[in-house]
């Protein structure tokens, strides 16, 4: 095995609470949004009671139908094959119901899987569906028929509720030895800096026509992965605002098992933004929507496969982020920033942290940063996803003990805090997050020296805060403030 540095009392650190907090902003609720269903979606569910109910939620029904679906998906129709790929046994009783949906479910895959390539004919291409050049009207009657096949698709997991029991595993865990990751990952424990440098040269990207929307123009962009493990292809939604010369940019990385671009009516801070004159590109990150794998839902294989799955992840995006900043100074003179939510707010950080090796022109100059803690080994070590999950066990019974995990894990840790300046820094940080631990999220933003201007530290959980912004929008205000003073 690769030597390791040892990092003394990593495993065994415990968070303390800040003894002087930034005082809590709490939501104004003042209708600044712009949309009053939003604002009243807010103010319904907008309070810490949510957490505990999606937790809830999450444990008994998301994830366990998630499973069911992903091994109906691959299954091609046969029972057999399905239980196979859950791992499962068979419910007595339950076939000729579950071959019924299993061919409802192979009927959504198809028609979805046509839908996309029609889509990506006419939008990448150019050459619409009677062979012609493909219309303004035809791209955008195309993507309308592609989210709702996609959410046909996604949503019929719902259906598989009649065969969930206390056995129903929720991650089909195929985790490797310490030997695997060491062969992929060993030298980067002696120098990490490789391993998230920006490709050269950048890999040739492609884009889409944009299309109209209601706010602005909406288009994608598409690349290979700089990644050798990822080995596929990154797409990337461009949200634009009208009437903008060179706007500032914000890249904006999604939650674990979120897909954007493939369900409908998720809680989404992107048309506030853009309304606010920021353009934004949200990545699907790897494993995610056009990026998921055969038998696995959505971001299913980070989990599946940890600690590899992390390592790949965050890495691999780390450097596809630094295709995404390469574009955007091309196409813009305005400032740079990174952020995201959860998942995408650790990816967010890291990046930062990463850019200090990278060019210039390649680092962010803001940083838009909700739900976070200070490292992916809080959330391991104390997130509730994390027991949600489960797994603890499969991973140590392949050879994992602490000391090698957490040097692993430590590799995706900000050491050196983010390369943009803490006045620049906006945080949004809930005090009952169970997910992203508050306490992990405190600790590194009094690390970071984020002053007090920029700090929203409210009384709500992990998936409260975003649901809070929807009517308090002073988070999003204060960055958008900062992305006009970097200009």
Not at 111 to 117: H, I, K, Q, S
Not at 330 to 348: D, E, H, N, Q
Request: charged content about 25%; hydrophobic content about 40%.
């Amino acid at each position: 095995m690769t030597m390791r540095k040892r990092r003394s009392g990593l495993a065994e650190r415990e968070f303390v609470k800040p003894q002087m907090p930034a005082p809590e902003r709490p939501p104004r609720g003042n209708g600044r949004t712009g949309d009053p269903l939003r604002a009243a979606a807010g103010w319904l569910c907008g309070w810490p009671w949510l957490d505990p109910a999606a937790h809830w939620a999450l444990r008994r029904w998301f994830f366990p139908l998630s499973r069911l679906w992903a091994a109906g998906t691959v299954a091609e129709g046969s029972p057999e094959r399905f239980y196979e790929a859950v791992p499962a046994e068979p419910r007595p009783g339950q076939r000729d119901r579950l071959v019924r949906l299993l061919a409802r479910l192979e009927e959504a895959r198809v028609r979805a899987e046509a839908v996309d390539a029609a889509w990506h004919r006419a939008l990448f291409d150019g050459i619409g569906t009677g062979g012609g050049a493909a219309s303004e009207t035809e791209c955008m009657a195309l993507e309308t028929a592609r989210l709702a096949a996609r959410q046909d698709h996604n949503g019929l997991r719902r259906q598989f509720r009649f065969l969930i029991t206390p056995a129903t595993p929720r991650v089909n865990f195929d985790p490797p030895t310490p030997a695997e990751v060491d062969a992929v990952y060993g030298a980067a424990l002696a120098d990490p800096a490789p391993y998230f440098a920006p490709p050269d040269p950048m890999p040739e990207l492609t884009r889409t026509r944009a299309i109209p929307t209601a706010k602005g123009r909406d288009f994608w962009i598409s690349f290979d992965s700089p990644s050798g493990r990822l080995a596929d292809r990154v797409h990337a939604r461009v949200y634009e605002p009208d009437g903008v010369t060179d706007p500032p940019t914000l890249i904006f990385g999604h939650g674990i098992c979120i897909e954007f671009d493939h369900w409908r009516g998720l809680i989404d801070e992107v048309g506030a933004l853009r309304a606010r004159g920021i353009r934004v590109i949200r990545p699907e990150a790897p494993w995610h929507g056009r990026r998921r794998t055969p038998g696995h839902y959505g971001g299913e294989r980070m989990i599946s496969t940890f600690p590899m799955g992390s390592l790949d992840l965050m890495t691999g995006a780390v450097r596809e982020w630094s295709v995404l900043a390469d574009w955007a100074r091309k196409t813009s003179s305005g400032p740079l920033a990174f952020g995201g939510s959860s998942l995408g707010a650790l990816t967010a950080q890291l990046a930062a942290d990463r850019a200090r090796d990278w060019p210039a022109r390649l680092q962010p100059e803001a940083l838009l940063l909700i739900a976070h803690c200070g490292t992916i080994q809080d959330a391991v070590r104390h997130g509730d996803l994390m027991r949600i999950w489960g797994g603890r066990e499969i991973v140590e019974a392949k050879g994992w003990r602490p000391e090698p995990l957490e040097d692993y894990l430590a590799l995706l840790a900000p050491s050196r805090g983010p390369v943009t300046p803490p006045e620049r820094i906006v945080t949004v940080l809930g005090k009952r997050d169970r997910v992203t631990p508050y306490a992990s999220g405190a600790d590194a933003i009094d690390r970071w020296h984020i002053p007090d201007a920029n700090r929203f530290i409210w009384d709500r959980g992990h998936f409260s805060i975003p649901v809070t912004m929807m009517r308090d929008p002073a988070p999003l205000d204060r960055f958008c403030a900062l992305m006009r003073e970097s200009g």
